[in-house]
């Protein structure tokens, strides 16, 4: 959460010291073992472990017949005992079609996919840690690891894992290995761990998953992230493991990342009290078990929490913590929205013309992918982040031209918000959202990315929205997601930031 004064321009306690503290001491880390869950899929749009339960058991019902209220109450009754039960009914009823059943539920009709910012930063930072004995493992059915690490390496040989054989990684080796299965194209290779019973045989000798964590855990540091902590094997690892401890500091070793919004219906209702007492009591918890919790607000700073350890690791002293680069793009973006900017008009002609150019480029490029209805409309606007505001400012759109800044709208930052470029910035990741008809606004179906400065050190600095007339799914914009998501609005937003306004530069960390 950012903590500031109202309209000061000062940043202060972006993660708080305690995120402050686990960056430095896992940046001195030589030997991680970094565990990626299902959030770092989410990202790219692929379903979570109870979305992907969810589908299952509504094939389940269509396969008895059921419908409508039917199928609902099913589901509900299929979901009464959690989801490895869940699963297990699944799994039961779908006999031999079920790992196709699977790779269809998450894969089909979703398009290209492409790494989220937590694969990419999980590879930066392991390009890092090169030639030690760090490893990436992953609970995650998909090969989103390996892209990212491939894009990363590139020259470096890569091993998909579903197996380890107590033999040490090499020097030049890079592997990512699959704990619970994966699926390369449609093909499942390994076991396909999902329902309770799965779970349950893991836990019989022999199983390579048990000995593998249980190596990594007295002998690395292990890093989870994307992860909630409530998979049932890696629970066991960690009771079953030796308290992860460090002798040299007197604390425990191992970090878990873990983001309030998973849990914002508490967050909503409950009172500061209560919100103390439970974070200290869960605390408590995981560090009986050898795991520092760090706490965040949003899905989005899981990420940055990574890159914050591998800008730590790769620039050394030359590291500018993130509050301070914060406070350096808090003082430019003041300076883009002063009220008394002779060069306000001006900049926002040529801010709407570049956005003009973005919304015809995106129209022409999605066409094909479903068409486009005849009398569709196409609106871009640019967010930028006041982070001493905790805000998100309308500062420029395609399809208007602002005269005078004071009038520019300010949207909080909360993950509850309505804005979907509020839900970008929150979620780190393309989003989409529609519109319903009984909204004031003329804009059916929206889109949005997440704008961040590239260089040394990522930086979050507003979002880019797109939205339609249209409604979904007749838009080109939902006809094309899956291009937007994978291809088209990652490189445009960031050739808005370096090419407009050259941004890099007010980081103070360029590449």
């Known amino acids: 959460m950012v903590r500031g004064s109202e309209g000061t321009g000062e940043v202060s306690g972006f993660f708080g010291a305690d995120v402050g503290d686990a960056i430095e001491r896992l940046a001195l880390e030589q030997n991680l073992t970094i565990v990626v869950g299902a959030g770092a899929s989410a990202e790219a749009g ?9 589908q299952l058991l509504r094939a389940v019902a269509h396969r008895r017949g059921l419908e409508g209220g039917e199928e609902e109450a099913f589901v509900r009754w299929a979901l009464r005992d959690g989801l490895p039960s ?14 196709e059943l699977l790779a269809e539920c998450l894969f089909a009709g979703r398009g290209e996919f492409v790494p989220g910012p937590t694969w990419e930063a999980v590879s930066s930072l392991r390009v890092l840690l090169a030639h030690s004995s760090s490893e990436v493992v992953t609970t995650n059915y998909d090969q989103l690891g390996e892209q990212a690490l491939e894009d990363a390496f590139r020259h470096t040989p890569l091993t998909t894992g579903c197996y380890w054989d107590d033999r040490p990684q090499g020097p030049d080796e890079v592997a990512c290995r699959h704990l619970h299965g994966v699926i390369e194209g449609a093909v499942p290779k390994g076991d396909l761990v999902l329902s309770e019973a799965d779970y349950h045989l893991m836990q019989a000798p022999g199983q390579w998953q048990e000995s593998y964590m249980a190596q990594r855990l007295e002998h690395t540091t292990c890093l989870f992230v994307g992860s909630s902590l409530t998979d049932p094997n890696l629970l066991r690892y960690l009771y079953r493991g030796r308290p992860g401890t460090s002798s040299k500091r007197g604390r425990t070793r191992h970090v878990v990342v873990l983001a309030r919004q998973g849990e914002a219906q508490f967050y909503a209702h409950a009172s500061p009290v209560l919100v103390k007492a439970r974070e200290e009591t869960a605390s408590a918890r995981w560090r009986a078990t050898g795991v520092e919790p760090v706490l965040v607000d949003y899905y989005s700073q899981v990420a940055q929490f990574v890159s914050e350890v591998a800008a730590r690791k790769r620039l050394g002293d030359g590291y500018v913590p993130l509050d301070e680069r914060l406070n350096a793009w808090e003082h430019f973006a003041v300076r883009l ?3 008394d900017d002779p060069n306000f008009v001006a900049r926002q002609g040529e801010v709407q013309a570049i956005l003009g150019g973005l919304v015809g480029l995106v129209r022409s490029r999605l066409a094909a992918a479903g068409g486009t209805p005849r009398d569709e409309v196409v609106q871009a606007s640019w967010w930028l982040y006041l982070p001493s505001e905790r805000s998100l400012v309308n ?5 208007r031209l602002w005269t005078d800044a004071g009038s520019l709208r300010r949207v909080a930052v909360h993950w509850q918000s309505q804005f979907v470029a509020v839900e970008a910035f929150c979620q780190g990741s393309v989003c989409s959202r529609s519109v319903g008809l009984g909204s004031p606004s003329r804009w059916r179906h929206v889109v949005g990315v997440p704008l961040h400065l590239g260089g040394a050190a990522r930086l979050p600095v507003g979002a880019l929205t797109l939205a339609s007339t249209a409604e979904e799914p007749e838009s080109c914009l939902s006809h094309g997601l899956a291009e937007l998501r994978s291809k088209l609005l990652p490189s445009v937003g960031q050739v808005i930031a370096d090419l407009f306004l050259d941004l890099g530069r007010v980081a103070g960390q360029g590449a």
Do not use: Q, T, Y
């Open 46 to 54: 692929l379903p979570n472990w109870e979305e992907l339960v969810h």
């Open 86 to 99: 869940a699963g297990a009914i699944a799994k039961a009823e779908l006999g031999g079609d079920f790992p």
């Open 337 to 339: 929205l002063r009220k």
């Open 395 to 399: 500062w420029a759109s395609s399809d």
